[in-house]
């Protein structure tokens, strides 16, 4: 199985008007949290990658590693 990579972008905002000023750049709002992590994460990801992981050969049923990028980091 091969590695899939997203990168998300840590977002500082979680107002509406900061998630309306994601998707008119044409970034996806989204909110990263599971069992291990302390604080949910405000992130943006960008479509046009998703969508390459969504149709790619392993399609939705696949681990992707994801980096979370802070500031520019």
């Not at 405000?42 to 990028?69: C, E, H, Q």
């Amino acid at each position: 199985m091969s590695n899939i990579s997203l990168n998300l972008e840590y977002r500082d905002t979680i107002s509406k008007s900061g998630r309306s000023q994601l998707r008119k750049k044409g970034l996806i709002p989204a909110i990263f949290y599971g069992k291990n992590i302390k604080d949910n994460l405000p992130v943006a990801v960008d479509p046009v990658a998703v969508k390459k992981i969504i149709k790619s050969r392993a399609g939705a049923n696949t681990f992707i590693d994801l980096t979370i990028n802070k500031n520019g980091e």
